[in-house]
């Protein structure tokens, strides 16, 4: 003969004859019920545990992806400033080539001047020399002329001297410049590999980037995934828990069988199937990933209080 619980119910005090086959199949089920339900907690406990895992990884390489992005910028900002300083530089080169081609020019204008000094000395020197007897009376003035011309000469030789010497400065200048210029290439030409060496770098480190994000969307679905599986659970969890509220049978007493304490309204008295058990969603009790639990509280049927 099997529990007529609903008799049970209305009369607790009353015994009721069970056979012992009855008890030991609900207890071998009780016995299932709770031996799956430790297993759920446990697959819970490790999803729990693989998830936090997850996210602490995830985090890691969220890290090492914002500070190889600052490295890149870094980078970028000490190329464009060797650039800059580059072309100041060979804009100062230009400039101080242009000056000296000046001078060149300047150099050149004054030996053409000095030559014809010359010429005009030496034909002055022929007409003296043919014509010595017969302008006898002319020599003053033309030794004077040609002591004048030859002052002139002897100035153009000194300002020829000088600007020698100033040439010869400004071919060491130019020497030095040569120098400057090729140094100055030279860097410029380290500085392009260095920046072709960047360049491929930059992509090296966006190929990882590509890479870091499919990790990234890789383990946000592993993740999405995880928590439907706890979901899932949770569901089958508290499914499992209310079934074995239906099926755990009364204690054993030493007296037979013990009723359980039965559930009262404190309002109008109602005791049984007139009161009934649901959750509190204003007291979270703790969270299982991101389902909360609530606490339980009982409402009368019949007068509508709730405790």
Known sequence: MSIDWAKAEE???KKQAVEGRFLLDLRAKVNDLEKQLSETKIDLTKSQSDLKATRGKLEVTTNDLNNTKSTLDSTKNELNETKSILEQVNGKLEDKIQNVNNLNSEIEGLKSNLENANSKASELEAKLESKGQE???TISSLSS???ASKAKINGLQDQLAEIQNS???NQVKIDNLTSEIQELNSKLTSTQEENTKVNEQLMELNNLLLQKD???QELS???GAKEKLIEAQTVHLDEVEIELGELKPPEMGTGG?????RTTCPMCGSVGRDVKQIEDKTKVLSYVGHIPMYAKKHVCKKCGYEF
Not at 257 to 261: G, H, I, L, V, Y
């Open 167 to 169: 040439s010869s400065e």
């Open 257 to 261: 069988f013990a009723s359980d304490e």
């Open 214 to 216: 499919t990790s990234i």
């Open 145 to 147: 002329e040609l002591d």
């Open 221 to 223: 679905t592993n993740i």
């Open 135 to 137: 302008f006898e009376a």
């Open 11 to 13: 009369k607790p005090d």
